[in-house]
């Protein structure tokens, strides 16, 4: 079983950067797909981006292609989310996930752990 960890999340203006953090404990995190999510208020968790256990294969929501980069550094058990040029509907919690299964999972059903979640406030 693993533990997961998110921090980095913050306050930012329209425009800016913030770079996401989600540390692992237990289990063996190599192994994992690792995913983030993110949820606003009154609305359902969605997928933000995902990333298999080699870097070799990535996947992103539409929404922020071209502006957020998933990460991970295994031999550290973390993985990142870049956040760029950020726009006030990036605003939520952002959650990190791992998922067992042999494809990298788009969708929270997907995802066997999951870490506590991280503000993320975007002004105009």
């Known amino acids: 079983q693993v533990q997961l960890v998110e921090s980095g999340g913050g306050l930012v203006q329209a425009g800016g950067s913030l770079r996401l953090s989600c540390a692992a404990s237990?289990?063996?995190?190599?192994?994992?797909?690792m995913g983030w999510f993110r949820q606003a208020p009154g609305k359902e968790r969605e997928f933000v981006a995902a990333i298999n256990w080699s870097t070799t294969i990535t996947y992103y929501a539409d929404s922020v292609k071209g502006r957020f980069t998933i990460s991970r550094d295994n031999p550290k058990k973390t993985v990142f989310l870049q956040m760029n040029s950020l726009k006030p509907e990036d605003t939520a919690i952002y959650f990190c996930a791992a998922s067992d299964t042999i494809v990298v999972p788009t969708t929270p059903s997907g995802y066997d752990y999951w870490g506590q979640g991280t503000q993320v406030t975007v002004s105009s």
């Open positions: 237990g289990g063996t995190f190599s192994r994992y797909k």
